[in-house]
């Protein structure tokens, strides 16, 4: 039996299921890029994973919900120590996502913290996690600084200082908070920890979105 798709989905209505493939696509990354295979093994995933795309790509194309799904996600109230969601698609933050990495984010007082472990697939020079990775999940975080402060925005400018290298297998976390709003202008800063080691520095502008 065929199940029918909408052609607007619910972001924040998503099934255990689409949260669980989002998990294993991160994982058999990770454990592809983390693990000696045999070539007859890497064959072997090629050849499964490329004959499940072409079931999904022949499907109904998917698209976010025509309401505006971040306003909804500004709209969640987090208390002091509670923890944030978001629409589970979401890189890096979303537990559906394929990009994601698994971050638990939550409040402390007038900050954003988010504790996560960067992975095998994350990793640019050894041991360390690839600078693009550091930036993205840096704007991530600070999208969660908009929704502890109950504003819409987006990146206008983003600056990261690389102070150290951040490292793979271990636990971090990152720190962000709004510093200061300029008319439309929302300033923001984070760094991201390997317990007392400061990794890396950020301080961006976002532009607060008015046509809601």
């Known amino acids: 039996m065929t199940q ?3 052609q607007h989905d619910d972001p924040f209505a998503i099934s255990e299921a689409r949260i669980r493939a989002g998990r294993a696509i991160r994982d058999i990354s990770h454990a592809v890029v983390g693990r000696h295979a045999p070539d007859a093994l890497l064959d072997e995933v090629a050849e499964s994973l490329n004959a499940l795309s072409s079931r999904l790509t022949g499907l109904t ?3 976010r919900a025509s309401e505006n799904f971040q306003q909804r996600n500004n709209e969640a109230q987090v208390q002091d120590g509670g923890t944030f969601t978001t629409y589970p698609d979401r ?9 994601g990495l698994d971050l638990r984010v939550v409040r402390d007082g007038d900050e954003v913290v988010a504790y996560f472990e960067l992975r095998a697939a994350h990793e640019g020079a050894p041991t360390r996690s ?4 550091v930036s993205a999940v840096i704007d991530d975080v600070f999208g969660f600084v908009l929704q502890l402060n109950h504003v819409m925005g987006f990146t206008g400018e983003l600056t990261v200082r690389y102070e150290a290298g951040t490292p793979i ?3 971090l976390q990152l720190r962000a908070r709004m510093e200061r709003k300029e008319g439309r202008k929302i300033f ?20 607060e979105r008015t046509n809601v």
Do not use: K, N
């Not at 890189?91 to 990009?99: D, H, I, K, R």
């Not at 690839?130 to 990775?133: K, L, P, R, V």
């Not at 923001?188 to 532009?207: S, V």
């Open 130 to 133: 690839h600078g693009g990775i």
């Open 188 to 207: 923001m800063t984070g760094e991201i920890l390997d317990g007392e080691t400061r990794t890396a520095t950020a301080r961006a502008i976002f532009i």
């Open 4 to 6: 029918e798709v909408t």
């Open 91 to 99: 890189p890096y933050s979303g537990t559906a996502s394929p990009l």
């Open 61 to 63: 194309p998917r698209t």
């Open 169 to 171: 297998g271990r636990p």
